[in-house]
T-cell receptor, first 117, second 114 residues
Framework: AQSVTQLGSHVSVSEGALVLLRCNYS??????LFWYVQYPNQGLQLLLK??????LVKGINGFEAEFKKSETSFHLTKPSAHMSDAAEYFC???????????????FGQGTILTVHP | DGGITQSPKYLFRKEGQNVTLSCEQN?????MYWYRQDPGQGLRLIYY???????QKGDIAEGYSVSREKKESFPLTVTSAQKNPTAFYLC?????????????FGPGTRLTVT
């Protein structure tokens, strides 16, 4: 079975500071990995996805994530935080074709990002 | 514009009543999903459907029911058997077949049962 752990339910940064949101996964084979963002009382929006084409994945709004197989991690970063980045962020994993969870997403608990002026 | 619509945005019901949440998509996706979101618990899968007239239970299906009579629609019924139905409900859809399956989400319905 696959699982996702997001370290830190709340992260607080100053505007202009580095954003680092941590995600570790557990899967028998390298999975597909995703980061989603959710603003209050809204649905989820895809930030970026890892499909094995490249280990460093660039997404929308200046975010990027690096897949590290040896560390089973897929941490999300942004060099300079903006006030509009304040939201909840979810890491998710999906098995590749042939896996028992193929097509299904397993989500982490979420990390709420607060950005201070 | 292609997308997923959920209605209503807010829903209030009395305990003991069944309630149906609507989800419609015009993305031509074969697969559709229902999630429940509670604070600090992430999203938990209730039911999913990969083709019309077929659906499977997710991790927390007890007290819920679904139907998939049309490709575009995947309504969720929260029955009186659901012990704690107050939550934020999210519908999603995706393509099927080989390759990555990112899911596209609707705006959600917040259900309050008193």
């Amino acid at each position: 079975a696959q699982s996702v752990t997001q370290l830190g339910s709340h992260v607080s940064v100053s505007e202009g500071a580095l954003v680092l949101l941590r995600c570790n996964y557990s899967s028998s084979v390298p999975p597909y990995l995703f980061w989603y963002v959710q603003y209050p009382n809204q649905g989820l929006q895809l930030l970026l996805k890892y499909t094995s084409a490249a280990t460093l994945v660039k997404g929308i709004n200046g975010f990027e994530a690096e897949f590290k197989k040896s560390e089973t991690s897929f941490h999300l970063t942004k060099p300079s935080a903006h006030m509009s980045d304040a939201a909840e962020y979810f890491c998710a994993v999906s098995a590749r074709a042939g896996g028992t969870s193929y097509g299904k997403l397993t989500f982490g608990q979420g990390t709420i990002l607060t950005v201070h002026p | 514009d292609g997308g997923i619509t959920q209605s209503p945005k807010y829903l209030f019901r009395k305990e003991g009543q069944n309630v149906t949440l609507s989800c419609e998509q015009n993305l031509n996706h074969d697969a559709m999903y229902w999630y429940r979101q509670d604070p600090g618990q992430g999203l938990r899968l209730i039911y999913y459907s990969q083709i019309v007239n077929d659906f499977q239970k997710g991790d927390i299906a007890e007290g819920y029911s679904v139907s998939r009579e049309k490709k575009e629609s995947f309504p969720l019924t929260v029955t009186s058997a659901q012990k704690n139905p107050t939550a934020f409900y999210l519908c999603a859809s995706s393509i099927t077949g080989t390759g990555v399956h990112e899911q596209y989400f609707g705006p959600g319905t917040r259900l309050t049962v008193t």
